[in-house]
């Protein structure tokens, strides 16, 4: 049991605050590989990272303590459901119906507004996304040593822009 009513861990520690944290990150393991730091209990994959004006470093912490400590469930749950998703459509993004191989040689596909392209370059595969509505252009700045290493790491880098836009437009 996570969250503050079983007083595991950091919760029922003096002077760890309960309450007024904030999120200033979130990453997915891929497996689960910590236990969260607040209940000292929960194994958990992805991880909330929570900081707080009154206490020192950051916690690593799970979905239930990180929405307990900014006393927002909801928006820890939201995190962690957006991660899970995108986790299930990253293990299918190689997949996709949509990629093609164009005349030159080169992987693409369109998704979502956005238009990506691996290619050769320099010493392995780096990829392109653009967005033609707009007329934007991110080239990746690192080059992997093979094709479907660089089309993983489009997907990570899609997925941040998405996340990005949205913001944007709230
Ligand atoms: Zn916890």
Redesign the pocket.
Known sequence: M?GPSAGW?KWSQPGVPHKGWTCVGFEDLGQPELV?D??E??EIRYVHYMEHPDYAGTLS??C??AGHMEEDLVSARRRETRAQSAAQRRTRWLGRKGWRRSAKGNIHIGVDGYHITVFRGGCGYKAVISKPASGFKHFGKRAFPTEPAAQLASFDALEFLKGRDEGDSH
């Open positions: 996570e861990g969260c607040m209940c209990r929960q912490c799970g239930i303590c």
